[in-house]
């Protein structure tokens, strides 16, 4: 088992940034690939980004460029650095953890956080 908690969103005028952090517990961290999801309300729930236990990173074309995906295994945390944040942008934000390799399908994921509110305002 392994528990997950998101942490770092808020409110951000367009343009702006923010950066996430999911804290994990439980079985060892580094053996996981990790992932970033969002959820729009009234949308389903979409890919943002993932990384490998390797450090490999893999986006979204909608996130390309301006989000950054990364993990400190030494401190069981993955972190998503969202940077020229729009209002679309603005959703739920999941971190999930996936004993494969790093993946964009919801599915693929076994375990997942309570995600935490992200909104950018314009």
């Known amino acids: 088992q392994v528990q997950l908690v998101e942490s770092g969103g808020g409110l951000v005028q367009a343009g702006g940034s923010l950066r996430l952090s999911c804290a994990a517990s439980?079985?060892?961290?580094?053996?996981?690939?990790m992932g970033w999801f969002r959820q729009a309300p009234g949308k389903e729930r979409e890919f943002v980004a993932a990384i490998s236990r390797n450090g490999g990173s893999i986006y979204a074309d909608s996130v390309k460029g301006r989000f950054t995906i990364s993990r400190d295994n030494a401190k069981n945390t993955v972190y998503l650095q969202m940077n020229s944040l729009k209002p679309e942008d603005t959703a739920v934000y999941y971190c999930?953890?996936?004993?494969?390799?790093?993946?964009?399908?919801?599915?693929?994921?076994?375990?997942w956080g309570q995600g935490t509110q992200v909104t950018v305002a314009s």
């Open positions: 439980g079985r060892t961290f580094s053996s996981y690939a």
């Open positions: 999930a953890a996936d004993e494969g390799s790093a993946r964009s399908r919801i599915y693929d994921y076994d375990y």
